[in-house]
């Protein structure tokens, strides 16, 4: 069965630090893959996605993730955060199949961040 | 403007009452979800739904039920069989035509059971 795991429970950082959070999963197959941001009383929300082609890909408000198929891992990335970047953040994953599989998300972590 | 919304925001209720929260899509999607989210335990699907009148179990489905006799709406039932119900419940949708699915959320529900 698949599964996704985000190492990091709760990160608490300065602005302007750089931040990076870990996902892996736990699939041998095509693999879709998905970052959910949740800010304090909002929806959850997608920050990027991957589902082919450039392993590095850009989403919203600066954020950025990194596909490596030999480590299993799609970790999120951003060179600068900002206050506003406190949030809950998702790793998904669901198989290549179409629409068949369920989304399986990791347990999130939380990020703090401090002026 | 297109969107999903769950009713009510918060909700209380008494041991052994059933409680139904509702969710709504207007995106004319296909498939819909409901999640359960609990501190450190991320999100858990409770049930899900590819098309109308049809509806599969998630990895969490004991103690709950659901319909889905309109493709807009997708209500979630917390019967007195769930021993833990307080928790924070998400609907999401997803659209059959979206072969990556991915989901689309509601702003949830939070029950409490007292």
């Known amino acids: 069965a698949q599964s996704v795991s985000q190492h990091n429970h709760h990160v608490i950082l300065s602005e302007a630090a750089s931040l990076e959070l870990g996902c892996n999963y736990s699939y041998g197959g095509t693999v879709n893959l998905f970052w959910y941001v949740q800010y304090p009383g909002q929806h959850l929300q997608l920050l990027l996605k991957?589902?082919?082609?450039?392993?590095l890909v850009k989403g919203i408000k600066g954020f950025e993730a990194e596909f490596i198929k030999s480590k299993f891992s799609f970790n999120l990335r951003k060179p600068s955060v900002q206050w506003s970047d406190t949030a809950e953040y998702f790793c998904?994953?669901?198989?290549?199949?179409?629409?068949?599989?369920?989304?399986?998300f990791g347990t999130g972590t939380r990020l703090q961040v401090f002026p | 403007d297109g969107g999903i919304t769950q009713s009510p925001k918060y909700l209380f209720r008494k041991e052994g009452q059933n409680v139904t929260l509702s969710c709504e899509q207007n995106l004319n999607h296909d498939a819909m979800y409901w999640y359960r989210q609990d501190p450190g335990q991320g999100l858990r699907l409770i049930y899900y739904?590819?098309?109308?009148?049809?509806?599969q179990k998630g990895d969490i489905a004991e103690g709950y039920s659901v319909s889905r006799e309109k493709k807009e709406s997708f209500p979630l039932t917390v019967t007195s069989a769930q021993k833990n119900p307080t928790a924070f419940y998400l609907c999401?949708?997803?659209?059959?035509?979206?072969?990556?699915?991915?989901?689309?959320f509601g702003p949830g529900t939070r029950l409490t059971v007292l």
């Open positions: 991957y589902f082919s082609g450039d392993p």
């Open positions: 998904a994953v669901t198989s290549g199949s179409y629409n068949t599989d369920k989304l399986i």
């Open positions: 739904s590819q098309i109308v009148n049809d509806f």
């Open positions: 999401a949708s997803s659209s059959d035509r979206d072969r990556y699915n991915e989901q689309f």
